[in-house]
């Protein structure tokens, strides 16, 4: 099922307990799901689009776009299948509180189901061991050592799951090994979808994973 809406910014409506959040950004029917942290640490606090506003989100932008992921890199960068969010999208007041993350998790579940990505790239440790925990079945089998796991694919529960060290702490060779990645992975068949159609009156394409 496709998504209907021309909206990049909070194509969803979703509207958070909070006066100032940064919504979910990009392209609605996205094959890319990039999940970071919260404003306060990944950005766009100014801007109110993910990934913006900081040098380690202009340090990311830059590999998602020589990954083919970005057309145009800024505070309003140009999407391509690719869809931009937070576990925790209103701007806090310092470290949000583990209650504050709960409460703001459903916003971010009812986004991440909506989208229906078939890659999910969490950003830093937070976002990567929430996505690991919650839509893989892995979670007492990873360790989530970033380093380890940075451009690495693990195999979700429905979605295929690619961690990415958080951009302020890359290292020389992070950012061509993380494009590297999303390159190969683009050359194989990550959407994993079978065709059902031969099932069906008529033979229409019918595309489930």
């Known amino acids: 099922?496709?998504?209907?809406?021309?909206?990049?910014?909070?194509?969803f409506g979703m509207a958070p307990p909070?006066?100032?959040?940064?919504?979910?950004y990009g392209d609605a029917?996205?094959?890319?799901h990039v999940v970071g942290d919260h404003p306060g640490v990944h950005g766009g606090v100014d801007t109110g689009v993910p990934f913006t506003g900081t040098p380690a989100a202009e340090r990311l932008q830059d590999a998602l776009h020589e990954a083919g992921l970005l057309h145009s890199v800024g505070d309003e960068p140009e999407v391509e299948r690719t869809f931009l969010s937070y576990?925790?999208?209103?701007?806090?007041?310092?470290?949000?509180?583990e209650d504050s993350y709960r409460e703001m998790e459903r916003y971010f579940d009812a986004e991440?189901?909506?989208?229906?990505?078939?890659?999910?790239?969490?950003v830093g440790e937070r976002a990567t061991r929430h996505v690991v925990e919650t839509f893989?079945?892995?979670?007492?089998?990873?360790?989530?050592?970033?380093?380890?796991?940075?451009?690495?694919?693990?195999l979700g529960s429905g979605w295929l799951v690619v961690p990415i060290k958080d951009p302020a702490d890359w290292d020389d060779g992070d950012a061509d090994l993380l494009v590297e990645s999303l390159l190969k992975l683009q050359s194989?068949?990550?959407?994993?979808?079978?065709?059902?159609?031969?099932?069906?009156p008529?033979?229409?394409?019918y595309h489930v994973r």
Do not use: K, W, Y
């Not at 029917?29 to 890319?32: H, I």
């Not at 079945?137 to 693990?154: K, V, W, Y």
């Not at 990550?190 to 069906?200: K, P, T, V």
């Open 1 to 11: 099922m496709r998504n209907v809406t021309d909206r990049v910014s909070n194509p």
């Open 136 to 154: 893989t079945a892995r979670a007492h089998r990873t360790e989530i050592e970033m380093d380890r796991l940075h451009g690495q694919e693990l």
């Open 29 to 32: 029917n996205a094959d890319f």
């Open 112 to 122: 991440v189901r909506a989208i229906a990505a078939h890659v999910l790239l969490p």
């Open 202 to 205: 008529g033979g229409e394409s």
């Open 188 to 200: 194989t068949d990550f959407r994993r979808e079978s065709d059902l159609g031969r099932f069906l």
């Open 18 to 24: 909070c006066d100032r959040f940064v919504p979910g």
């Open 87 to 97: 576990l925790h999208m209103c701007v806090p007041d310092g470290e949000p509180t």
